[in-house]
C-alpha cells in the first residue's frame, strides 16, 4: 500500500518486517517466488529514496530464497551495486552468475 501512495520510507517499513524463512515444505517454491517479489519491491523502494547500498542488500540474499538462481534478480543487485559505485563487488557477481546462470 504505502508503495502505490509513493510513500517509499513507508514501503520500506512495511517490507522489512516481513517474515522469512517460513517452514511450510509443501509451499516451498510459492515462497520463494514470494520472497523474490518482495525483495523486488523493497529494494526498488531504497533505490527510490537512494540509498543505494541498502537497496543492494535486500536485493543480495537472492540464493537464499530457494529454488534456481534468478538472473532478474541478480540483474537488480548488480544495477544497484553499480548506483551505489561498488563496481568491483558488481562485476565480481556478474563474472560469478556466468558461471551458474543459462
Known amino acids: 500500500m504505502a508503495e502505490a501512495r509513493r510513500d517509499f520510507a513507508g514501503a520500506v517499513t512495511e517490507l522489512s518486517v516481513l517474515p522469512s524463512g517460513r517452514a511450510r515444505p509443501e509451499n516451498a517454491e510459492k515462497d520463494?517466488?514470494?520472497?523474490?517479489?518482495?525483495?523486488?519491491?523493497?529494494?526498488a523502494a531504497y533505490e527510490r529514496l537512494d540509498r543505494n547500498r541498502d537497496a543492494a542488500d535486500a536485493f543480495a540474499p537472492r540464493q537464499?530464497?530457494?529454488?534456481?538462481?534468478d538472473a532478474t534478480l541478480l540483474a537488480h543487485y548488480v544495477e544497484a551495486l553499480?548506483?551505489?559505485k561498488d563496481n568491483e563487488r558488481a562485476l565480481t557477481e556478474v563474472r560469478a552468475a556466468r558461471k551458474t546462470l543459462p
Do not use: K, Q
Not at 514470494?34 to 529494494?43: K, S
Open 32 to 43: 520463494a517466488n514470494d520472497d523474490r517479489t518482495l525483495l523486488v519491491h523493497l529494494g
Open 64 to 69: 537464499s530464497t530457494g529454488g534456481e538462481p
Open 82 to 84: 553499480m548506483l551505489a
